[in-house]
């Protein structure tokens, strides 16, 4: 069985504005690496064009 832990992200944006989430269920280390793999894909994007962002993510 993989060990499991309980993760946080948190992105800061270069305004000043912060955001966070804390995982309710357990992160693997595979979700570790899909957290790691989408991150480059937020940078320097507008933090206010969720849907667009969210709609790029799933492609």
């Given at each position: 069985m993989l060990p499991f832990q309980r993760?946080?992200?948190r992105i800061h944006t270069d305004d000043g504005a912060s955001g966070g989430y804390v995982t309710h269920w357990v992160g693997t280390p595979s979700s570790f690496g899909?957290?790691?793999m989408l991150a480059p894909h937020l940078v320097g994007r507008d933090p206010d064009a969720r849907e667009e962002i969210w709609q790029?993510?799933?492609r």
């Open positions: 993760w946080a992200v899909q957290a790691a790029d993510l799933r």
